[in-house]
């Protein structure tokens, strides 16, 4: 009854309130996808406002069948129950007519000022017919629960053998847990539910609130209430964010952070032939754990090989520390600032612009060895990315080997499969999401001619930064994936074409690191400082860039290296284009939540921002002890990196909520 209830909801506002088959247009296989899994959302919460029932029904003695008192309190539990739903749906409808967008828990802010938001739905809405319906559909339900009731607990009770109870238990048992679970769980070692990103797999706003149940959306935003940015702030370090980032035409009231960049003079592209673009992502990889980086136990000759061989970026960080800030950073261009669990999760800052898009001519994938919801990634790849292949569990021919899905070797497979069949006047950009660098660190059984090395000592291991041969062995499996991964793509023949980009999404643990300078684990930047390589032997002549590079800069710089103009929201910069503030300078942070860490970092220099307390301290990243406060040696470059520290973080957390065509069409 409860999930009938929602459904009927569910089509009350596909026909009364969605733009759907009014102004926005959708095709009938995405919306019976959508459809379907909104009805699947309306059975989870159905389930979960059952289950008091279903506990009341299984207890031994004290239960519905037996006890009238009991039958009166899950009366009065469901009138609750229902009231609160119908009158929970209206609200939702209301919202969605006033601003085109399904209740969140930023419509809290009504509350502020009550009189005013009680008097405009007075004027604005028929109130007293809307109170009518609500009663009659609260009585309705009612009616038919006591009905139900009357046919079923008050008859006499079947004669039931106890296998037969114990098997209907079983039944229920897992019936309940795959209606709550949303899906069957194609992997039993990383089963992931139903979550509310699956919705946004249109790139259409409207289409993807036809998925949502906006009860759950509501509790699941409600995680995000806190106040997302400081205005006043914001405006107060524009100039010096602004000049950071070259806006043409400054304007700290609109806060514009627009740039147009035309084809740059750096474009590879030969006679209009666009250059491929492969972007991997090494999982857990952190700068200690390459030879490049003079690791003692050399357990990357591939990776060291493509260092030596093309664009090497030995001072490159990401934001903050974790795959999923990595993932949402590298694509949006924003470090992930968020406080309360990461970006990708926030329901509020799904829709963003990314610099992706600007390659129009390019066919767009994504590759990953287990399920793209995780972290609610798929709402941020396929909500903002329309026009992107998707390859994750369940769609590859290789069998699964872990929780994360199949192997990286296996992964690499795939992708060149894919690759391959591509069309030669057809260029692609393609990102590769690795795993297997992580716990439980599998070697598979197919593994090509890989050969475990457990020849060091845990003495030997230690000093090298590792914690196990496990974790020794897992860097030389990724290292020798990449080869292999290199060697396929010449035999399919796209390599010498192709511009192959690397990079860590930050470090596993590590143990010790003398062959790093002191400042890698002084200043807790062993999480931040991964390795970063661009590489093209038929495009692009070795070159090492010592400035500061951030994560935010890959997608920026690429859209320079095959020469197409682009408009550019975020904060990431072309590495070609000449730094307005002289030496590179990125941003960095080691903490999160709520007590972040925030950081500037130049080649040399680091300051460090407690941001909660306001306590600043520069570090000279070349001395023996990297852990002192020099700002009295440096004033000026202490308040310049000050500056620019307080307005990276403050500017982020702006643009995480005004990085779409709504707020620049404002």
Same mark, same amino acid.
């Given at each position: ?35 379907? &899994? ?20 299984? $207890? ?44 969140? @828990? ?23 017919? &809307? ?26 009770? =079947? ?68 106040? =997302? ?22 304007? @700290? ?17 030969? *006679?209009?032939?666009?250059?491929? #673009?492969? $972007? ?37 960080? #990401? ?24 970006? /990708? ?42 026009? &992107?292949?998707? /390859? ?22 795939? /992708? ?35 050969? #475990? ?63 790093? *300078? =002191?400042?890698?684990?002084? $200043? ?40 197409? =103009? ?42 460090? &921002? ?33 500056? $620019? ?22």
């Amino acid at each position: 009854m409860f999930w009938l209830l929602m459904a009927t909801l569910r089509v009350t506002f596909l026909l009364g309130f969605s733009e759907v088959g009014d102004t926005v247009q959708a095709s009938i296989a995405d919306l019976a996808k959508v459809l379907y &899994i909104g009805f699947k959302f309306d059975l989870r919460l159905a389930l979960i406002l059952t289950l008091p029932l279903i506990l009341l029904a299984y $207890l031994p003695w004290v239960n519905l069948a037996r006890l009238s008192l009991v039958r009166k309190l899950a009366f009065g539990y469901l009138l609750l129950a229902v009231s609160g739903l119908v009158v929970f749906y209206v609200f939702d409808f209301g919202h969605y007519a006033y601003l085109g967008v399904r209740i969140n @828990s930023t419509a809290l802010r009504f509350l502020e000022d009550f009189a005013i938001s009680r008097d405009m739905v007075w004027e604005s809405y028929p109130v007293v017919w &809307i109170t009518v319906a609500v009663l009659a559909t609260i009585a309705a339900f009612m009616y038919g629960y006591s009905r139900l009731v009357h046919s079923t607990l008050l008859q006499d009770p =079947p004669s039931i053998r106890i296998p037969a109870r114990i098997g209907g238990g079983v039944v229920i048992f897992f019936a309940v847990l795959l209606g709550l679970l949303g899906r069957w769980p194609g992997n039993i070692e990383n089963p992931v539910p139903l979550r509310w990103s699956d919705a946004f797999f249109s790139g259409s706003t409207p289409i993807s609130s036809l998925g949502l149940n906006p009860v759950l959306y509501f509790f699941v935003s409600s995680e995000y209430s806190e106040s =997302p940015y400081e205005l006043e702030e914001v405006k107060r370090y524009y100039p010096a964010i602004s000049q950071y980032l070259g806006v043409e035409q400054p304007d @700290s009231e609109r806060l514009n952070y627009v740039r147009q960049f035309p084809a740059s003079e750096h474009s590879v592209s030969d *006679k209009g032939r666009k250059p491929n #673009v492969v $972007l991997i992502m090494l999982e857990s990889l952190g700068a200690s754990r390459l030879g490049v980086y003079n690791n003692p136990l050399t357990p990357s000759p591939n990776l060291d090989h493509i260092a030596r061989n093309g664009w090497f970026m030995p001072n490159f960080y #990401v934001p903050v520390s974790g795959t999923a800030r990595t993932v949402f950073a590298s694509l949006t261009g924003l470090p992930d600032v968020t406080r309360v669990n990461t970006a /990708s999760r926030n329901t509020l800052i799904t829709e963003q612009l990314m610099i992706i898009n600007e390659f129009k001519d390019y066919q767009k994938h994504y590759l990953i060895g287990g399920s793209l919801g995780w972290a609610n990634m798929s709402a941020v790849i396929n909500h903002n990315i329309p026009d &992107i292949h998707i /390859s994750e569990e369940g769609s590859f021919s290789s069998p699964n080997v872990d929780v994360w899905g199949i192997s990286d070797l296996d992964l690499f497979k795939e /992708s060149d499969k894919v690759f391959r069949q591509l069309p030669d006047e057809q260029p692609f950009l393609a990102i590769i999401q690795t795993a297997g660098n992580h716990r439980p660190f599998t070697i598979p059984d197919n593994n090509d001619d890989f050969v #475990v090395d457990n020849s060091h000592s845990d003495e030997a291991l230690s000093k090298a930064g590792f914690r196990s041969a496990a974790q020794y062995n897992a860097v030389r499996l990724l290292d020798y994936n990449i080869g292999r991964f290199m060697e396929m793509a010449k035999e399919s023949g796209y390599f010498d074409n192709t511009i192959f980009v690397f990079y860590g999404d930050h470090n596993n643990r590590i143990t010790e690191t003398p062959h790093m *300078k =002191p400042f890698y684990e002084a $200043l807790d930047l062993d999480g931040l400082h991964v390795p970063h390589m661009i590489y093209a032997p038929k495009l692009l002549q070795p070159r090492v860039i010592e400035g500061a590079v951030s994560l935010v800069d890959v997608f920026p710089t690429l859209a320079g290296l095959v020469g197409i =103009p682009y408009r550019n929201t975020t904060l990431g910069r072309d590495i070609n284009r000449p730094a307005p503030e002289g030496e590179r300078v990125v941003y960095t942070q080691t903490s999160h939540k709520t007590t972040p860490v925030i950081g500037a970092i130049t080649k040399d220099y680091m300051l460090r &921002i407690d941001y909660n307390n306001d306590v600043i301290k520069l570090h000279d990243l070349n001395s023996d002890t990297p852990a002192e406060d020099v700002s009295g040696q440096h004033p000026e470059k202490a308040e310049k990196l000050t500056q $620019l520290a307080k307005g990276f973080y403050e500017t982020t957390r702006y643009l995480l909520h005004h990085n779409n065509e709504r707020s620049l069409a404002q």
